[in-house]
């Protein structure tokens, strides 16, 4: 098998393995919708992705001040990680 077969094996492993994992985790994302909806945060299937190393992720812009209106913004549009971390519980 040359370089070119593996790459396409490889990119054809990542896709069906994204496409398991967000199978696998459809009623999890659908209940995160669900939840979304009581902050009229209007979310779709297709925000939603699988990343290998990282697992589900949701993309919208600016979602988790929408969900946290607590949550200040710096000047540089960041957010402070430390009051992140003792806002929200981490899971593995």
């Known amino acids: 098998m040359n ?3 593996r790459i396409k094996k490889y990119q054809a492993f990542i896709a069906q393995e994204k496409a398991d994992k967000l199978e696998k985790n459809k009623t999890l994302i659908e209940a995160f919708i669900g939840y979304c ?3 009229d945060i209007d979310l ?3 925000n939603f992705d699988y990343l290998q190393g990282l ?11 929408k969900l946290n209106e607590d949550i200040e ?3 540089e549009g ?3 990680f430390n009051r992140l971390i003792y ?5 593995v």
């Open 78 to 80: 960041l957010i402070d």
């Open 87 to 91: 806002q929200f519980e981490r899971k």
């Open 44 to 46: 779709k299937s297709s």
């Open 73 to 75: 913004v710096d000047k």
């Open 55 to 65: 697992g589900i992720t949701c993309y919208l812009d600016k979602i988790v001040l």
């Open 37 to 39: 909806k009581q902050f």
């Open 3 to 5: 370089r070119a077969e």
